[in-house]
């Protein structure tokens, strides 16, 4: 049972960035619907929302939306950094309690 709660702990993490992921694609849809209209123009034959996930985690790391000085950006790629530390701190402990029991 003690071995769910890492998984639990992580899995509710994902959840939770994955809605913000979400949100923040909406509002920038919203927003910027002309920088969205060149990110979700695909002419490769993939899937749409597998080009639309690398090209809006492109453009929030060197694109456009980098540049972009928006609170609700700028919070989500902070959220998103501390997720994963947050992420690691649970799997690292995980791991200390396994090597150390």
């Known amino acids: 049972m003690e071995e769910l709660i890492p998984i639990t702990l992580i899995t509710i993490l994902l959840f939770i960035q994955i809605k913000m992921y979400k949100n923040l694609c909406k509002y920038l849809a919203r927003l910027y619907p002309e920088e969205w209209h060149k990110l979700t ?23 456009f939306f980098s540049t972009v000085s928006d609170n609700k950006v700028k919070t989500y790629i902070q959220f998103r950094k501390y997720n994963l530390v947050a992420m690691s701190a649970v799997l690292s402990c995980n791991f200390v309690l396994v090597v150390f029991n």
């Not at 123009?41 to 694109?63: D, F, I, R, Y």
């Open 41 to 63: 123009k695909h002419t490769l034959g993939t899937s749409q929302w597998s080009l639309l996930n690398a090209a809006v985690g492109e453009s929030l790391k060197t694109g």
